[in-house]
């Protein structure tokens, strides 16, 4: 008879890269509702300048114009902190469940990401957020927690055979 493999518990690296990658799902939509903010502002300033022309030439030539640029960055800007925020929050879950892959794949996001640190304060605690979870992950009781979850699941339960 074989004795079961000891089990691993979740180290605090783990909880460490949890944490962050929901600081940075949650710093994404803060992000998010700062650009709207800023957008809505800057559309709110040239409507009371194209209010100053008293011809109506600068409304008529610019007004739809800066309509529908507002529109458009709305969607963009409102679009891409959803993505990130959903994506930041699935890592997160998947390295809580001691899934192997965020590891890798999270590591070329975050080199990749490395441009957001010339953005503004908020776009660099994301990046940073997600660079600490990447560091966590690397951390070797972190990968020994990962390979120890990945092995139970790939073990079938004995009731799934008839037995016990």
């Known amino acids: 008879m074989t004795t079961p ?25 803060v992000s998010g509702v700062v650009e709207v903010v800023s957008i809505l502002q800057v559309q709110r300033r040239t ?42 929050a699935a890592f997160g879950v998947a390295v809580f469940r001691g899934r192997p892959w965020p590891r890798i794949v999270g590591t070329v996001l975050a080199v990749i990401s490395l441009f957001g640190l010339l953005g503004g304060p908020i776009v660099v605690v994301t990046v940073l957020s997600g660079i600490v979870a990447m560091a966590a992950l690397w ?23 008839g037995v016990g």
């Open 5 to 29: 493999a000891p089990r691993v518990a979740k180290p605090p690296s783990i909880y460490i890269a949890f944490g962050t990658l929901l600081l940075a799902s949650v710093l994404s939509v």
């Open 47 to 88: 409507n009371t300048l194209l209010s100053f022309d008293t011809t109506g030439r600068a409304a008529e030539a610019g007004g739809g114009y800066v309509e529908g640029t507002a529109t458009g960055l709305m969607w963009v800007v409102v679009g891409m902190p959803v993505i990130f925020a959903a994506s930041y």
């Open 139 to 161: 951390v070797p009781a972190s990968r020994r927690y990962c390979e120890y979850a990945e092995a139970q699941r790939r073990i079938v339960p004995a009731h799934q055979w």
